[in-house]
C-alpha cells in the first residue's frame, strides 16, 4: 500500500471516529447533563409558577440533607403539617427542573394536613451530581428518603408521586424491597423504559441525521462511561412486575412526549394492587392544570381506597 493511500485511510479513520465522538459527547450533553432552573425559564402554566412561589415562600419549609450511597449530598424542602400528622407524600419532579416545581402538588397534599417532602434529584437544585439519572441511581436517593422519614417518625405512613422522570423514578423505588410504611404510589407520565424513551425523544430532533440504532448505540456506550449506568436497565416496566405497592398508574391522553400507551403497558405489567386513569386533552405533565378536578378527584378516591385519606 501506497505511503498516499495509507494516509488518505488514516485521516478517513481519524474523521470518522472523530465524528463519532462529536457526535457522542453532543449526544450526552443534551441527554444527561442537568439543566438548572432558574426565574427568566417560563413555566408551562401560571399555577406552576403559583407553585414554585408556595414552595419557596412557606413559612413552615425547612432546608433538609442527607448523604446518598455514593456520598453525594442530597437536598430537599420539607413542610411539615400543621397538626404533627403521621402522613407524608414524596412528591417528585422531572428533567429539567427541581423540587419547587411540584409546589402545586404539595399545596393540595399539605391542605389535607400532610407531611411534604421535595426532593431535588441528583444534579438538581441544591443536590450535588453531575448526570442525569433518569430514576437508576435516584431510586436509591429516594429510598434513604424514605429511610429519613421513618427515622424521624416510625409510625409514618408514606406515598410517593412523581411526574415525568420523577414518575419513573417512583415506579423503579417500587420494584425495590420497601418498608411497610410506604403506602401507595402515583405515576404521572411514566415512561415504560428509558431506551424507547430515547429513541422516541431522538427522532424528533431536527438533524437526526445518524440512524437510531446507532445513536442508541452511541448514547448507551458514552453514558455508561461517564455516568456509570446502563440505560438498557432504566426499566420502570420491569420494576411494577416486582412492585407490592399499590399504585396509581396516570398519563395525559395528548402526550407528545412521552407516548400515552407505555402508561397502558405498565398497568398491564403490574403485579400490584392498580388502578388506571387516562386525563383527556392533557399534554405531557399537564393533567394537573387541564383537569384538576378529574384528576385530584381519581388522586383522593386512590389514596381513601387504600386507607391513606379518610373517606
Known amino acids: 500500500m501506497s505511503s498516499k493511500k495509507a494516509l488518505i485511510k488514516l485521516g478517513f479513520f481519524s474523521a470518522l471516529f472523530g465524528g463519532l465522538y462529536a457526535f ?5 450533553k443534551i441527554s444527561s447533563v442537568p439543566h438548572q432552573h432558574t ?4 413555566d408551562f402554566d401560571p399555577s406552576i409558577t403559583e407553585g414554585r412561589m408556595y414552595v ?4 413552615l419549609r425547612q432546608d433538609m440533607y442527607i448523604q446518598s450511597l455514593d456520598n453525594l449530598k442530597l437536598h430537599a424542602s420539607y413542610i411539615p403539617s400543621k397538626n404533627k400528622s403521621h402522613k407524608y407524600a414524596i412528591i417528585i419532579h422531572g ?16 391542605d389535607k394536613d400532610i407531611n411534604c417532602l421535595l426532593p431535588d434529584l441528583r444534579g438538581f437544585g441544591k443536590s450535588e451530581g453531575k448526570y442525569i439519572g433518569y430514576g437508576y441511581d435516584d431510586r436509591l436517593d429516594i429510598i434513604e428518603w424514605i429511610n ?3 427515622k424521624r417518625d416510625s409510625d409514618a405512613k408514606i406515598i410517593l408521586h412523581g411526574m415525568s422522570m420523577g414518575s419513573a423514578t417512583t415506579l423503579m423505588t417500587t420494584g425495590e424491597k420497601l418498608p411497610s410504611n410506604v403506602n401507595a404510589a402515583i405515576a404521572d407520565s411514566a415512561y415504560a423504559t428509558l431506551r424507547e424513551q430515547f429513541a422516541h425523544t431522538y427522532k424528533s430532533f431536527k438533524g437526526s441525521f445518524v440512524p437510531v440504532p446507532i445513536a442508541l448505540f452511541l448514547s448507551r456506550i458514552i ?12 426499566n420502570p416496566i420491569d420494576a411494577v ?5 399499590p399504585t396509581l398508574f396516570i398519563h395525559g391522553d395528548d402526550d407528545t412526549f412521552i407516548d400515552p400507551n407505555m402508561c397502558s403497558r405498565l398497568y398491564e405489567a403490574a403485579n400490584c394492587p392498580k388502578q388506571y386513569c387516562m386525563i383527556a386533552g392533557a399534554g405531557h405533565i399537564e393533567n394537573v392544570v387541564k383537569d384538576p378536578v ?4 381519581k388522586i383522593d378516591s386512590f389514596l381513601e381506597h387504600y386507607k391513606f385519606l379518610d373517606a
Open 24 to 28: 457522542s459527547d453532543y449526544i450526552y
Open 39 to 42: 426565574d427568566e425559564d417560563k
Open 56 to 59: 419557596r415562600n412557606h413559612p
Open 95 to 110: 428533567i429539567w427542573d427541581n423540587h419547587e416545581a411540584n409546589g402545586v402538588y404539595a399545596k393540595h397534599y399539605h
Open 148 to 150: 429519613w422519614i421513618i
Open 223 to 234: 453514558i455508561y462511561f461517564r455516568s456509570g449506568f446502563d440505560i438498557n436497565k432504566v
Open 241 to 245: 412486575k416486582h412492585s407490592s405497592t
Open 294 to 297: 378529574s384528576y385530584w378527584g
